[in-house]
C-alpha cells in the first residue's frame, strides 16, 4: 500500500511543482508588461 | 560537393596532424579511460573480458565527443566560421568533409584501443570481418551525429557541456549495437552480430542523410 | 494596481475546472472505491496513473515532433508552432518522468527491483534523457528564429530515431532475461476499467491545460526577448517606488505614454531612495 501511495505522491508533487512554477512564471511576466497590456497576448 | 568533401576533410586532418591535439590528448585520454576501467573491474580478469566490447566502446564514444568538440574548436576561433560560410562551399561538402575526418581520427582511435583492450584485459579474436565492418560502421554513425549536433552546439553558449547531453542519449543505440557486434566477433556472446550492424548501418544512413540534407540550413542559423 | 490574472482565461479555467474535478473522482475510485485486484493486490491502484501518464507523454513528443515539422515546412512556418513544440516537449517531459518514477515504484513493489531493463522502460528512459537534451539547446538563448530552426531539427532528428531505439533496446532486453520479469499483466474489468478510462481523461485535461498555460508563457518571453526588458524594469522600478512613497509616484503612473511615464517615475524613485540614504 505504501508503494501505492508513494507513486501517487510523487505524480501528485510533480504535477503541482510544475503547475506552481508555470503559472508563477506566467504571472511575473504578465505583470512586467507594459503598463495598459495587463493580458498574456 | 565530393570535392568540397576532401578539401575540408583534408584541412581538417592537416590541422590534427600538424597540432598534434589528437595525438597528444585524445589518445592519451582513451588509454587512460581503459586504464581506469582496470582500476574499476578491480583486476577481475574474467569480468574484464567480459565486459570489453562494451567499455572499449564507451571510451570510444567519449574520445569522439573530444573529437568533435576539436573539429568545431578549429572553426571557432578567427571568425573562420564566417570564412567557411562565405567559402562558397557547398553545405552537404563541409558536412561530409567534417565527417570523413573525424571518422578517419576514430578509426585511428580505435586500433590504439583495440590493441590496449587486447593487451590490457587479455581479450581474443574471434570474427574480424565483423570486427572491422562494425566498428567502421559506427563509426561513421557516430561521427555523423556528432557533427550535426556539433554545428548545432558550436553557436551557442554553454557548448562544452551542452554537446555531450544532447549527443549521448541519441548514439546509446550506437554503443548498443555495436557492443553486441563486438561481443559476437570476440565469441563472448551467441548473438546474431549481423544483425546488429544492420542496426548500426541505419542509423549510419539517416544521420548521414540528416545531415546533407540540412547542414546548409545550420552553416547558415548558428 | 489591478489584479494580476497571469496566464488564465476563459479557456484555461475551464480546463483547469475539469482536471481538478476528474483527478479528484480519479483518486476518489482509485484509491479508495476500487476493489483490489486478484493477483497485484493494492498495487493495480497505480494503474490509474502509470499508463495515462506515459500515454501523455508519447503525446507530449509526438506533439513536438509534429509541430517542429510543421515550423520546418515552409509554407507553415510560423513561430506558434516553435512555441507548441517547446511546451508540449516540457509538459512531455514532465509526464516522462512521472511515467518513470511511478514505473520504477510499481517494479519495486511488483517484483522487488526498482530497476528492470525492461524495453519499453529503457526506450523512455532514453527518449527522456533526449528531450532533456532538447530543452537544454532551447534555453540556450540566441537569435530566436535560428533558435526555432534549429531546434525544430533536433526534435524531428529525435523521433525519427525513435524506430532504432526500439529495435535496439527490444533486442537487446530479449537477449538478457527470459519472460520471467514481463509484466504480469492484470486483468481489468468493471469499475477499475472504468476508473482507468477516467484517470485517461483527467490525464488528458491536465495535459493540455498545461500546455496551454506553458505556450503562453513562451508567448510573453518571446515578447520579452524582442522588446527588450527596459521598459519592464522601469514599470517594477515605479512599482516599487508607488509602494514606498505611497501617493505621487502612482500618479506619476499615469502619463502620455507608457515608457515615458514608467522612465520618468523610475528616475523619480531613484532620486528619493538616494534622498533617504542620505537623511
Not at chain 2, 196 to 210: H, P, R, T
Not at chain 3, 255 to 275: F, H, I, L, T, Y
Request: charged share 15%; net charge neutral; aromatic share 8%.
Amino acid at each position: 500500500m505504501s508503494y501505492v501511495a508513494g507513486g501517487w505522491a510523487a505524480a501528485g508533487v510533480l504535477v503541482a511543482v510544475y503547475t506552481w512554477r508555470t503559472l508563477r512564471r506566467g504571472r511575473v511576466l504578465v505583470r512586467s508588461l507594459p503598463p495598459g497590456e495587463k493580458t498574456w497576448r | 560537393m565530393w570535392r568540397d568533401a576532401l578539401l575540408v576533410g583534408g584541412k581538417d586532418l592537416r590541422i590534427e596532424i600538424r597540432g598534434r591535439v589528437a595525438t597528444m590528448q585524445v589518445a592519451p585520454y582513451a588509454m587512460l579511460v581503459l586504464l581506469l576501467f582496470g582500476f574499476a573491474f578491480d583486476q577481475d580478469h574474467n569480468l574484464l573480458t567480459q565486459a570489453a566490447p562494451g567499455l572499449f566502446w564507451v571510451a570510444v564514444l567519449l574520445s569522439s565527443l573530444l573529437a568533435v568538440q576539436r573539429s568545431f574548436a578549429i572553426e571557432a576561433t578567427d571568425g573562420t566560421r564566417d570564412g567557411l560560410r562565405l567559402s562558397g562551399l557547398d553545405p552537404a561538402g563541409i558536412f561530409l568533409g567534417k565527417v570523413a575526418a573525424v571518422v578517419i581520427e576514430l578509426v585511428a582511435l580505435e586500433v590504439l584501443l583495440g590493441v590496449g583492450v587486447v593487451v590490457l584485459f587479455g581479450t581474443r579474436l574471434h570474427d574480424p570481418a565483423l570486427l572491422v565492418v562494425s566498428a567502421l560502421v559506427a563509426s561513421v554513425g557516430l561521427a555523423a551525429a556528432g557533427t550535426v549536433y556539433g554545428m548545432i552546439a558550436s553557436g551557442v553558449r554553454g557548448r562544452e557541456t551542452l554537446l555531450p547531453l544532447l549527443v549521448l542519449p541519441v548514439v546509446a543505440p550506437v554503443l548498443l549495437a555495436a557492443t553486441q557486434c563486438w561481443m559476437a566477433a570476440l565469441g563472448s556472446s551467441t548473438t546474431d552480430g549481423w544483425r546488429w550492424l544492420s542496426l548500426l548501418v541505419a542509423f549510419g544512413v539517416i544521420y548521414l542523410a540528416l545531415g546533407v540534407v540540412s547542414f546548409s540550413t545550420l552553416v547558415e542559423e548558428t | 494596481m489591478t489584479v494580476h490574472k497571469g496566464t488564465a482565461n476563459q479557456l484555461t479555467r475551464v480546463l483547469g475546472a475539469g482536471s481538478l474535478v476528474t483527478v479528484a473522482l480519479t483518486a476518489l475510485f482509485g484509491l479508495w472505491l476500487t476493489p483490489p485486484d486478484a493477483v497485484q493486490g493494492q498495487l493495480v491502484r497505480l494503474i490509474y496513473v502509470h499508463p495515462a501518464a506515459a500515454t501523455a507523454c508519447y503525446v507530449g513528443f509526438g506533439l513536438c515532433a509534429l509541430a517542429s515539422l510543421a515550423y520546418l515546412w515552409p509554407r507553415t512556418r510560423s513561430r506558434r508552432w516553435d512555441r507548441l513544440a517547446a511546451a508540449s516537449a516540457e509538459v512531455g517531459v514532465v509526464f516522462c518522468v512521472i511515467t518513470l518514477a511511478t514505473g520504477s515504484i510499481w517494479g519495486r513493489g511488483s517484483w522487488g527491483v526498482w530497476w528492470t531493463w525492461d524495453a519499453r522502460l529503457t526506450l523512455t528512459a532514453l527518449l527522456c534523457a533526449v528531450f532533456l537534451g532538447y530543452l537544454a539547446l532551447r534555453r540556450t538563448g540566441g537569435n530566436p528564429e535560428s533558435r526555432a530552426l534549429t531546434s525544430a531539427i533536433v526534435a524531428v532528428v529525435c523521433v525519427a530515431l525513435v524506430p532504432i531505439d526500439h529495435y535496439a533496446t527490444s533486442w537487446w532486453t530479449t537477449l538478457h532475461q527470459g519472460d520471467t520479469l514481463m509484466r504480469a499483466n492484470p486483468l481489468i474489468h468493471g469499475s477499475q476499467l472504468y476508473t482507468m478510462l477516467l484517470s485517461f481523461v483527467a490525464v488528458g485535461l491536465v495535459f493540455s491545460w498545461l500546455v496551454v498555460h506553458r505556450y503562453r508563457v513562451e508567448v510573453l518571453e518571446d515578447r520579452f526577448e524582442e522588446e527588450g526588458f527596459a521598459v519592464a524594469i522601469a514599470e517594477r522600478r515605479a512599482e516599487a517606488s508607488a509602494a514606498v512613497q505611497d501617493r505621487p509616484a502612482e500618479s506619476a503612473v499615469v502619463g502620455p505614454g507608457p515608457a515615458v511615464a514608467a522612465s520618468s517615475s523610475s528616475a523619480g524613485s531613484e532620486m528619493g531612495r538616494d534622498g533617504e540614504v542620505s537623511e
